[in-house]
């Protein structure tokens, strides 16, 4: 098993730009959720899915931000227009029947 | 809403002395799970409570869960350089799927 697959690792992008994060989850595994992590605010909820469904949104901080999950193996979540205090790194998550979730490596985002 | 509060925020031990994080939370849990991220890395599941007054350990670390289920600890005894990192306890809700994360404790083990 990969393990949660996120691309890209890294990305750098200029204000304004639209950014797309990618997320592949385990197989078989039912939720999926994004987190986004920065020093100031710790490890944030943005969004989950549970059966590629959009659970609970309500981390999601402004309308600039999108998630979608159009099958069980692929996610995506848009950041449109991007703005510097965007800068974050992003994870993406899956959880299965058992307990515990599984983190991708997570995408270092940057925008100047 | 929920909120899980976590101390100290950061930890600074000599190699072989005990470590403890502690975590609490503003409601009742339904179970409380605790990761570890390396620097540069991810979060890394490492255990899950779910009874009142439940105690785990592996190897030397020891987890418990409050008898009200709205606080927990993790002790690490004698620490070890490779115990570096940050660790993250977590709070579930019977019913929702999802996950609230403490604000994390930085452990530095000085050789």
Same mark, same amino acid.
């Given at each position: ?6 691309? /890209? ?5 200029? &204000?304004?730009?639209e ?7 385990i ?12 020093? &100031? ?15 609970d949104?309500?981390? &999601? ?7 979608? &999950?159009?099958?069980? @193996? ?6 449109? /227009?991007?703005? /510097? ?12 029947p ?6 991708? @490596? ?7 | *809403? ?6 100290p925020?950061?930890?600074? #031990?000599?190699e072989?002395e005990?470590? !403890? !994080? =502690? ?10 799970q605790? =990761? ?14 779910? $009874?009142?007054?439940? #105690? ?6 020891t987890?418990?869960?409050g ?17 570096? *990192? ?11 799927? $999802?996950?609230?994360?403490?604000? *994390?404790? !930085?452990l530095?083990? $000085?050789?």
């Amino acid at each position: 098993d990969a393990g949660v697959i996120q691309s /890209p690792r890294h990305e750098v992008t200029e &204000m304004g730009q639209e950014v797309t994060l990618r997320c592949k989850p385990i197989s078989g595994h039912d939720y999926l959720f994004w987190y986004r992590q920065t020093m &100031m605010r710790g490890l944030e909820l943005l969004i989950y899915f549970n059966n590629n469904v959009p659970i609970d949104d309500s981390g &999601m901080p402004e309308d600039r931000f999108s998630a979608k &999950m159009p099958n069980a @193996s692929f996610s995506t979540l848009k950041i449109q /227009p991007s703005e /510097p205090r965007d800068s974050a790194v992003y994870f993406c998550a899956s959880r299965g029947p058992y307990y515990g979730y599984t983190f991708g @490596s997570g995408t270092r985002l940057t925008v100047v | *809403g929920q909120q899980v509060m976590q101390i100290p925020q950061y930890q600074h #031990v000599q190699e072989g002395e005990d470590f !403890t !994080t =502690y975590c609490n939370s503003s409601t009742t849990l339904s179970n409380i799970q605790w =990761y570890k991220q390396r620097p540069g890395g991810h979060p890394v599941f490492l255990i899950q409570l779910v $009874k009142s007054g439940e #105690v785990k350990k592996q190897k030397r670390l020891t987890f418990q869960f409050g008898e009200a289920k709205k606080n927990s600890s993790l002790h690490i005894t004698a620490t070890q350089t490779t115990d570096v *990192g940050t660790y993250f306890c977590a709070g579930g809700s019977s019913n929702t799927g $999802k996950l609230i994360f403490g604000q *994390g404790t !930085t452990l530095q083990v $000085k050789p």
